[in-house]
């Protein structure tokens, strides 16, 4: 069963203020600076004045936050085309919900973005409706949390640039797994045969690709069980 949305944020809540995380402490470092040079300047004193620029200014960052949803959509397709089906067995095996834990950061970025569309869009009605502003402190705590909350955002996807790079090695790396696990007595009998066709042919690469597409046709007619296997290896190792 699915897990309610309110209970995914709660439990995952900590990502938000996990110092260790590069994002957290970019997003803390430019939330205090910006906040503090706010605060040099009287916005509180004088928010009418600044009150278009403001809602102006936010309604740009709700635009960008639905186009980061399509970013995150377009990443969790691009992980999805990364990997065959072997490989995401392959990982499965290694650890159960292995692909899923790839899958997770685009998903977390999608919903930290729409969340942000959801608090930026009451936000403008906040600001046009006719009720006072808060007490100063209570202000320029909000400003903190909601500038922490935009640069958050946006060094997340920042760091998804380098999980793009991990993905790239992993897949290569899975990519010489079979290779590598291949048994001895396989790996001679590969080495014979290629040894044996190279001298059969003397080099020649037309009478090579016959001998393997004559030996393919074979398998393919035989009556073991796993035919279609073998020749698919066979087809997927011997190109010319």
């Not at 995401?88 to 159960?96: G, K, R, S």
């Not at 790996?187 to 290629?194: F, G, I, P, T, Y």
């Amino acid at each position: 069963m699915k897990q309610p949305l309110v209970k995914i944020i709660l439990s995952h809540a900590y990502k938000f203020i996990d110092i260790r995380q590069p994002e957290v402490k970019w997003a803390a470092g430019v939330s205090i600076i910006l906040t503090g040079l706010l605060f040099a300047f009287p916005i509180y004193s004088e928010f009418a004045t600044y009150e278009d620029e403001i809602c102006s200014l936010v309604q740009c960052i709700i635009a960008g936050a639905f186009g980061l949803i399509g970013v995150s959509i377009a990443g969790i397709a691009i992980v999805i085309t990364l990997f065959t089906v072997e490989q995401i067995q392959m990982l499965e095996e290694l650890q159960a919900g292995a692909f899923d834990d790839l899958l997770y950061d685009f998903k977390w970025f999608a919903l930290i973005a729409s969340l942000e569309i959801s608090v930026f869009v009451a936000m403008l009605f906040i600001i046009k409706s006719p009720y006072p502003l808060v007490s100063e402190p209570a202000f320029y705590l909000i400003v903190f949390v909601l500038i922490y909350f935009v640069f958050y955002l946006a060094f997340y996807g920042y760091s998804l640039i380098g999980n793009f790079i991990k993905m790239s090695k992993l897949k290569q790396s899975l990519s010489t797994i079979p290779d590598q696990i291949k048994s001895t007595p396989v790996q001679a009998m590969e080495l014979q045969l290629n040894f044996l066709v190279s001298k059969l042919v003397k080099g020649n690469k037309d009478e090579a690709k016959l001998f393997y597409t004559e030996l393919i046709k074979i398998v393919e007619e035989s009556d073991i069980s796993n035919r279609d296997e073998v020749a698919k290896y066979l087809k997927e190792h011997h190109r010319f």
